[in-house]
C-alpha cells in the first residue's frame, strides 16, 4: 500500500512540474519573457512612488543618443526604475531602486543605476544616484551629484500601454 501512495505521490508531483514548465514555455513563446526596453517587475501593490511619476519617459540626448526610461510601482529598497540609452555605438540598460519614501509629490530619489546589460558592456557605465523631480511643463528632469548634466525626460506613455 505504502508503495502506491509513494507512486501516486511521484505522478502528481511529475504533472506539476510539466504543468509549471508548460506554462513558462507557452509564456516566453507569447513575447512574455524578458524584456530590456520597458519594465521593471512592479513592486508592492500601491507602493511609495507617486502616480504621476509611473510610466515611460524619453530624452534625446546630445552625443549619447536616447534614453527612455520606465518608471513602475515599487517600494524603498525595490527597482522602481529601468533606463535604457541606445546611442550610435551603444545599447546599455540600467535598473535603479528607491533610495527613501518620497513626499506625495516627490521628488524621487533613486540608488545609484546599476548595469544589468549592454553592447558593448565596456561603454555601458553604472551611473551615481539621481533625484527625479517634475518641472514646471509637466517634463521630468534627472539629476545627479553636484557638476553632472541633467537630463529632462517627456512622458511617451503609461506603464503597460503594451507600446514598449
Known amino acids: 500500500m505504502r508503495d502506491r501512495r509513494s507512486t501516486w505521490l511521484l505522478v502528481v508531483v511529475a504533472l506539476v512540474v510539466a504543468l509549471g514548465a508548460g506554462a513558462t514555455l507557452y509564456t516566453l513563446l507569447r513575447g512574455g519573457g524578458v524584456s530590456d526596453t520597458a519594465t521593471?517587475?512592479?513592486?508592492?501593490a500601491g507602493?511609495?512612488?507617486?502616480?504621476?511619476y509611473l510610466g515611460r519617459w524619453e530624452a534625446r540626448v546630445d552625443g549619447a543618443g536616447t534614453h527612455r526610461l520606465t518608471l513602475t510601482r515599487g517600494r524603498v529598497g525595490e527597482p522602481v526604475l529601468t533606463l535604457v540609452a541606445d546611442g550610435s555605438d551603444h545599447h546599455c540598460v540600467y535598473t535603479a531602486a528607491l533610495a527613501r519614501k518620497p513626499d506625495a509629490e516627490g521628488p524621487l530619489r533613486l540608488t545609484a543605476p546599476t548595469v544589468t546589460s549592454g553592447a558593448p558592456l565596456s561603454s555601458c557605465v553604472p551611473g551615481t544616484p539621481t533625484t527625479l523631480t517634475f518641472v514646471p511643463d509637466g517634463r521630468l528632469r534627472r539629476t545627479g551629484p553636484a557638476g553632472t548634466e541633467a537630463v529632462t525626460y517627456s512622458r511617451v506613455g503609461p506603464v503597460g500601454s503594451g507600446a514598449e
Open 40 to 44: 521593471v517587475a512592479p513592486g508592492s
Open 47 to 52: 507602493g511609495d512612488v507617486p502616480e504621476g
